[in-house]
């Protein structure tokens, strides 16, 4: 009988390290980007892309607009808005903004190694939806003066650094770069004005009513 314990209890083990080590994402990307699987996507549609920063906004109340569509898993990464880019693209969308890159960083991964996984991302969707308007926003500023998300928002310096390499990716790839930082930022201490943010990271209200006013012009565009 004791024996018999022992090789159940090394089995349960084995499964649940198994199953852990060949999980790539998440439990909760997983159902989000399950959902993502079976909604369509048209040549009408305007897409927001990213991480939690996109996830927590309601994009198309913000801009009284039902041809937009939010495709955020909080969470993500840049390895992350790859592997589920299939079905957005499917359905060729008219515009697609993407926002990626801060938990990255607060995953210690280099920053070439990030910009190199976004330059991936829009060359495969130039590549996959040659027609669909292309928008590469800057990482947002962080603020450490909260004491929470550690990891993210010690990593203000590594994000400016990153921007400036998205600018170039942006070009390289026909997309428009969009400067959300210097809008964010308080131009005094470098990290993001605490108008918007009530945790150095996600947004306040207000912080998506500015949002919506920076990139206003480019969903207007034709």
Not at 110 to 128: F, G, V, Y
Request: hydrophobic share 40%.
């Amino acid at each position: 009988m004791k024996y018999l314990f022992f090789i159940v209890i090394f089995s349960f083990l084995f499964f649940t390290t198994t199953l852990a080590q060949e999980r790539k994402h998440s439990t909760f990307y997983e159902q989000r980007a399950s959902l993502f699987e079976v909604l369509p996507t048209d040549p009408q549609d305007i897409i927001f892309l990213g991480n939690s920063i996109t996830n927590g906004c309601e994009w198309g109340e913000l801009f009284q607009d039902i041809r937009i569509k939010n495709r955020g898993i909080s969470g993500d990464i840049t390895t992350g808005v790859y592997d589920r880019l299939d079905p957005i693209l499917k359905g060729r969308p008219a515009k697609l903004f993407l926002l990626i890159g801060i938990n990255d960083l607060a995953k210690g991964i280099p920053a070439d190694t990030i910009a190199q996984n976004i330059r991936k991302i829009l060359q495969k969707i130039r590549r996959d939806s040659p027609a669909t308007k292309l928008y590469l926003q800057s990482v947002l500023p962080v603020n450490d003066c909260y004491g929470k998300f550690k990891d993210h928002t010690s990593k203000g310096k590594a994000a400016e650094d990153l921007n400036a390499s998205l600018r170039l990716i942006a070009e390289e790839n026909q997309a428009t770069y969009i400067d959300l930082w210097s809008h964010f930022v308080d131009p005094v201490s470098g990290k993001m004005n605490p108008v918007y943010t009530n945790d150095g990271l996600h947004l306040l209200g207000k912080g998506y009513l500015l949002w919506r006013e920076i990139i206003l012009p480019y969903l207007q565009e034709k």
